[in-house]
């Protein structure tokens, strides 16, 4: 099962997501956390904008890989989990949004959205039952 990354380079050329931080963005912001990091073979996406796909090869490599299904997990759930939540689904894509491996700025943000995407944009699961699906899909084998 591939696993992507995406994130964003500090400096893209002047874009930026919002004025709140312009300037003041430490040079690890959006570093992928180590205990996550990537294997060499796996791919990492790096965007300008909140959806993973707006500008990028994302779309092109699911539909070279022949993938239908997206597990979604990250940061902010009401930011650039929802806006590539949102393009997946408009590009035609079955989406699961893990609870427990999304978050925001705070809990109320985080919840409305999961709300909002899981009754518009995906299945909305919790982990365990995200292992389950994924452990049937392997035959029995265990995931970790």
Known sequence: MPIIYTTRHLDTG????TNRNIGREADDTYAIKPELA???DELVIYKERASAFFGTSLIAHLQQKRIN?????GESTSGCVRA???DAYS???????????TYDRSVISHKVNLFDLH???????HIEEVLAHIDALAGGRKVA
């Open 14 to 17: 002047g874009v930026h997501s």
């Open 38 to 40: 990537p294997a060499s």
């Open 69 to 73: 299904s997206l597990i979604i997990c």
């Open 84 to 86: 590539s939540t949102v």
């Open 91 to 101: 590009y035609g894509f079955h989406n699961v949004v893990v609870e427990e491996c």
């Open 119 to 125: 009754h518009k944009y995906a299945d909305v699961m």
